[in-house]
Nanobody
């Protein structure tokens, strides 16, 4: 059974940085897409960034140039480095791994950007 667990959320001031981590286990095949999504208060979940097992990346326009997604295939882990954070980045951040078209989700980690 695929398991997904996020860590690294918290409270940060505007302009600050945070690094999210997502560990996966159980049934992870070599080819998959790992990604970060977020759900701001009162809004729908949206894609932040994703990365293929080959290293191809895709970013939401709102985070380009500020966030960087990376992965360690040996550790089955994906990271999200978030710099120059803004109050509008406040959200619950979810990790996802897509295997054969099926998304497996973590429970989420809260990121709050506030002074």
């Amino acid at each position: 059974q695929v398991q997904v667990e996020e860590s690294g959320g918290g409270l940060v001031q505007p302009g600050g940085s945070l690094r999210l981590s997502c560990a996966t286990s159980g049934g992870i095949v070599s080819f998959n897409v790992m990604g970060w999504y977020r759900q701001p208060p009162g809004k729908e979940r949206e894609l932040v960034a994703d990365i293929t097992s080959g290293g191809g990346t895709n970013y939401a326009d709102s985070v380009k140039g500020r966030f960087t997604i990376s992965r360690d295939n040996a550790k089955k882990t994906v990271y999200l480095q978030m710099n120059s954070l803004k109050p509008e980045d406040t959200a619950v951040y979810y990790c996802s791994v897509k295997i054969y078209g099926i998304n497996y989700w973590g429970k989420g980690t809260l990121v709050t950007v506030s002074s």
